[in-house]
């Protein structure tokens, strides 16, 4: 089994000082929270408690052709995948994502076919968290929609954060969250109460 630091060890290929360097050489906008979520999936904990990496073969080929198509070296991109697929597999349920998923347990009307690939994936995984920019994508999903706080633009613009709740046929349930709020719980100590709630 590798080990989480495989992802460190992509940086340091790519010459990079800093981790957020190597995101943004592979075309993902980072911000500060998110950063700090990437640290703590690195490590293997957020907000005290263990934590998996869920990553579907959709969802790494995505994350290898959009920096290859913004200029990165094919190599480089392939060591960041490579290094993603060891992350999930040193995680604490040691997942694999070439595992064949059941999207017959997920039934959610999203308009976006890579949405619906996130979702399937996260229910096939068992996974209770979702952690996204893009809520309203998933909105569409139906399910229970709260409005928990504004998160403020530096350029002032105001945006409804919420907290969303999906249940499959199965009856298991998917909690999605935006990154500032994954990183709220995670500061004050309430992560546990923000699954549950």
């Known amino acids: 089994m590798t080990r989480p630091g495989n992802l460190r060890a992509c940086q340091r290929l790519l010459g990079h000082s800093k981790l957020e360097s190597t995101v943004r050489y592979l075309g993902i906008e980072l911000t500060q929270p998110l950063l700090q979520i990437v640290d703590a999936v690195l490590a293997g904990k957020l907000g005290g408690t263990a934590i998996q990496l869920v990553v579907s073969v959709p969802m790494l080929d995505r994350f290898q052709d959009v920096p290859v198509r913004l200029g990165a070296g094919a190599s480089d991109a392939e060591a960041a995948r490579l290094a993603l697929i060891d992350r999930a597999r040193s995680g604490p349920d040691a997942l694999d994502p070439y595992l064949l998923l059941d999207r017959r347990d997920v039934s959610f009307p999203l308009a976006d076919e890579e949405?619906?690939?996130?979702?399937?994936?996260a229910f096939a995984a068992r996974a209770d968290l979702l952690v996204t920019d893009n809520l309203g994508d998933f909105a569409a999903a139906g399910g229970t929609i709260t409005?928990?706080?504004m998160a403020r633009?530096?350029?002032?613009?105001a945006r409804q954060l919420t907290r969303q709740a999906l249940r499959s046929a199965s009856g298991h349930r998917l909690?999605?969250?935006?990154p500032l709020q994954?990183?709220?719980?995670?500061?004050?100590?309430?992560f546990a109460e923000v699954l549950s709630g």
């Open 147 to 149: 409005h928990t706080s």
């Open 175 to 178: 909690i999605i969250l935006h």
């Open 153 to 157: 633009h530096s350029d002032g613009r």
């Open 115 to 121: 949405d619906a690939g996130v979702l399937a994936a």
């Open 182 to 190: 994954v990183l709220a719980a995670m500061n004050s100590g309430t």
